[in-house]
């Protein structure tokens, strides 16, 4: 049997933490073979919670399961990790300013990417989903300067999972039939869902989308609106955020790091801009289409792209670097 690896999830009181955690424990994330540590990191007034969590996990009984450790202290929650998801995050609340939720956050993730830096392996995977993710993950990552800028990435694998089912649906085909479909750009209602590039499988010939959906009015409208508003409609009719799509589409993300992508295929996933072939500004954390190999990713190249296209990837990277200038203004006080 593997050496166990440590996993660290923060927010693990959370919604999204309570259906992510067996995902992780059961092996659906780091292999069927792969003994893991969970280290669940909380603030102190969830400790209580975390307790019932930690029981949950004992009474699973999952054999890869070695031992879950619940803290509220960044030294334990970050010792040796292997991987770090980081789901914790202040949520925006009734009449909160986005400039009030980036400066609550700035602080939080100063101090886990500091923390990260200061305890963790430096071969460390960090996965920032708490909102804003791009912005956070940026500053996790200027605060963790020994940890190397490509560990860290953020969450946009819930957007293109709900990308690929639209289609699908639309197709009357299975999700694993479409395949390339990309999320540009930030996690919020700027990012843009392309299916320029997309494949869905037919009856076991793969079309391009547009031909498999023959409807672009559609495609180039309520898709697009559909998927930058899920998160929000979700909302509206369970009274909480999505829980169990965000943990399906954290496991997805971690796997294709720790196992790769497909032959030619790429996901998304919101990645360090620096050197990217496609003209984004390079201080960000902007979501491409990526391939993984040997836990290393890279941005596809070599994509056409359209005006249609262009105007709402710059249009998402100008959000971005609206949000970079703020939270790093509140980075430097």
Same mark, same amino acid.
């Given at each position: +049997?593997?050496?166990?690896?440590?996993?660290?999830? *923060?927010?693990?009181?959370?919604?999204?933490?309570?259906?992510?955690? /067996?995902?992780?424990?059961?092996?659906?994330?780091?292999?069927?073979?792969?003994?893991?540590?969970?280290?669940?990191?909380?603030?102190?007034?969830?400790?209580?919670?975390?307790?019932?969590?930690? +029981? %949950?996990?004992?009474?699973?009984?999952?054999?890869?399961?070695?031992?879950?450790?619940?803290?509220?202290?960044?030294?334990?929650?970050?010792?040796?990790?292997?991987?770090?998801?980081?789901?914790?995050?202040?949520?925006?609340?009734?009449?909160?300013?986005?400039?009030?939720?980036?400066?609550?956050?700035? &602080?939080?993730?100063? *101090?886990?990417?500091?923390?990260?830096?200061?305890?963790? $392996?430096?071969?460390?995977?960090?996965?920032?989903?708490?909102?804003?993710?791009?912005?956070?993950?940026?500053?996790?990552?200027?605060?963790?300067?020994?940890?190397?800028?490509?560990?860290?990435?953020?969450?946009?694998?819930?957007?293109?999972?709900?990308?690929?089912?639209?289609?699908?649906?639309?197709?009357?085909?299975?999700?694993?039939?479409?395949?390339?479909?990309?999320? @540009?750009?930030?996690?919020?209602?700027?990012? /843009?869902?392309?299916?320029?590039?997309?494949?869905?499988?037919?009856?076991?010939?793969?079309?391009?989308? /547009?031909? &498999?959906?023959?409807?672009?009015? @559609?495609?180039?409208?309520?898709?697009?609106?559909?998927?930058?508003?899920?998160?929000?409609?979700?909302?509206?009719?369970?009274?909480?955020?999505?829980?169990?799509?965000?943990?399906? &589409?954290?496991?997805?993300?971690?796997?294709?790091? @720790?196992?790769?992508? $497909? %032959?030619?295929?790429?996901?998304?996933?919101?990645?360090?801009?620096?050197?990217?072939? !496609?003209?984004?500004?390079?201080?960000?954390? !902007?979501?491409?289409?990526?391939?993984?190999?040997?836990?290393?990713?890279?941005?596809? %190249?070599?994509?056409?792209?359209?005006?249609?296209?262009?105007?709402? +990837?710059?249009?998402?990277?100008? %959000?971005?670097?609206?949000?970079?200038? *703020?939270?790093?203004?509140?980075?430097?006080?």
């Amino acid at each position: +049997m593997a050496e166990p690896i440590r996993v660290v999830v *923060t927010g693990a009181a959370g919604q999204i933490a309570y259906s992510l955690l /067996y995902s992780i424990a059961k092996g659906d994330v780091f292999g069927k073979d792969q003994p893991v540590v969970l280290i669940l990191l909380d603030i102190p007034p969830m400790l209580p919670v975390l307790d019932g969590v930690v +029981m %949950e996990l004992q009474d699973c009984a999952l054999p890869l399961l070695r031992e879950v450790i619940p803290t509220d202290k960044v030294e334990v929650g970050f010792k040796d990790i292997d991987a770090a998801i980081l789901v914790g995050s202040m949520p925006r609340k009734e009449g909160m300013e986005r400039k009030d939720l980036l400066k609550a956050n700035v &602080a939080i993730f100063k *101090t886990q990417g500091a923390a990260l830096d200061k305890y963790a $392996k430096k071969t460390v995977k960090v996965l920032v989903v708490g909102n804003p993710a791009n912005t956070n993950c940026l500053i996790a990552s200027k605060s963790a300067p020994s940890i190397p800028k490509e560990n860290f990435s953020c969450l946009t694998r819930l957007d293109h999972n709900r990308a690929c089912s639209q289609v699908a649906m639309r197709c009357s085909v299975s999700s694993d039939s479409v395949k390339n479909v990309i999320i @540009w750009g930030n996690h919020s209602s700027t990012q /843009y869902p392309d299916v320029h590039h997309a494949k869905v499988n037919i009856h076991g010939s793969e079309l391009p989308a /547009y031909d &498999a959906v023959k409807d672009n009015a @559609w495609l180039r409208g309520d898709f697009i609106s559909t998927v930058q508003q899920r998160g929000a409609a979700v909302i509206k009719a369970r009274k909480l955020s999505s829980a169990m799509s965000a943990a399906k &589409a954290i496991c997805d993300h971690m796997r294709d790091i @720790w196992f790769g992508t $497909k %032959e030619g295929e790429f996901i998304s996933m919101g990645v360090y801009a620096a050197g990217n072939p !496609y003209g984004i500004p390079e201080d960000l954390i !902007y979501s491409f289409p990526i391939q993984i190999k040997n836990k290393t990713w890279k941005v596809v %190249e070599g994509l056409p792209i359209n005006d249609f296209s262009r105007a709402k +990837m710059d249009a998402t990277a100008a %959000e971005l670097v609206e949000e970079r200038d *703020t939270a790093l203004d509140f980075l430097s006080q």
